[in-house]
């Protein structure tokens, strides 16, 4: 394995080392591996993971729309306190400082 300027390879990633003429696996024992072998092959072939739960698909929808909702009231947040900056001395308020404090303390933790 080498990149396309020609220099050799030799880095470890997660618990792979992956060399010029090899490819090998550390295991629990410092025992290499050889991830080549047939028998390594057959085992990730017939390796199956289980199905997500119910209960923590349902929990990840819950997450991501409450991320969208916090999303959107930050991002109306952050645009009334540059309303409120910009605002010009001696006209009338389009926002106030009450009404800034207001969305801000709506953004959940």
């Known amino acids: 394995m080498s990149p396309r300027d020609g220099s050799k390879v030799g880095a470890v990633v997660n618990c792979f080392e992956i060399n010029e003429s ?3 696996m550390a295991t629990a024992s410092d025992h290499p591996v050889d991830l080549q072998s047939s028998d390594f092959e057959t085992f990730f072939r017939i ?6 739960p119910a209960e923590i698909a349902a929990a990840a929808e ?5 991320k969208v909702e916090r999303d959107k009231v930050q991002s109306q947040h952050q645009e009334a306190g540059k309303l ?5 001395l001696g006209e009338a308020p389009s926002v106030t400082h009450s009404d800034v404090d207001a969305l801000g303390a ?3 933790p």
């Open 22 to 24: 090899n490819l090998t």
């Open 47 to 52: 390796l199956r993971l289980p199905q997500r």
């Open 62 to 66: 819950k997450l991501k729309a409450s």
């Open 84 to 88: 409120l900056a910009n605002q010009r």
């Open 106 to 108: 709506q953004i959940a």
